[in-house]
Nanobody
């Protein structure tokens, strides 16, 4: 069992930066792939990026590639999403999710989800 809690969201101007955190409980956290998803109002939840259990491999959606970076610290049971050069279209509720041995874009592969943290980018 893994429980996830996101934090770090807020209001930022376009071009600014934010760092989100995903804190996990559970002794097996280091064996899970972790992904970030986001959902804007009246839109489907979309994949942002994922990181392997070891942190050695990452995968990003084209829309955030080069601007967002995912990292993890297994000693702290935490995954981070560094977001730079933010755009108004990055606005949404950001979720982290955990899956055993998977960190890709298929939402249904993820067994555990956090409650989300709101990111709002003003123009």
């Amino acid at each position: 069992q893994v429980q996830l809690v996101e934090s770090g969201g807020g209001l930022v101007q376009a071009g600014g930066s934010l760092r989100l955190s995903c804190a996990a409980s559970g002794r097996t956290f280091s064996t899970y792939g972790i992904a970030w998803f986001r959902q804007a109002p009246e839109k489907e939840r979309e994949f942002v990026g994922g990181i392997s259990w070891s942190g050695s491999s990452t995968f990003y959606a084209d829309s955030v590639k080069g601007r967002f970076t995912i990292s993890r610290d297994n000693a702290k049971n935490t995954v981070y999403l560094q977001m730079n050069s933010l755009k108004p279209e990055d606005t949404g509720l950001y979720y982290c999710a955990a899956a055993s041995a998977y960190y890709g874009s298929r939402r249904l592969e993820y067994n555990y989800w956090g409650q989300g943290t709101q990111v709002t980018v003003s123009s």
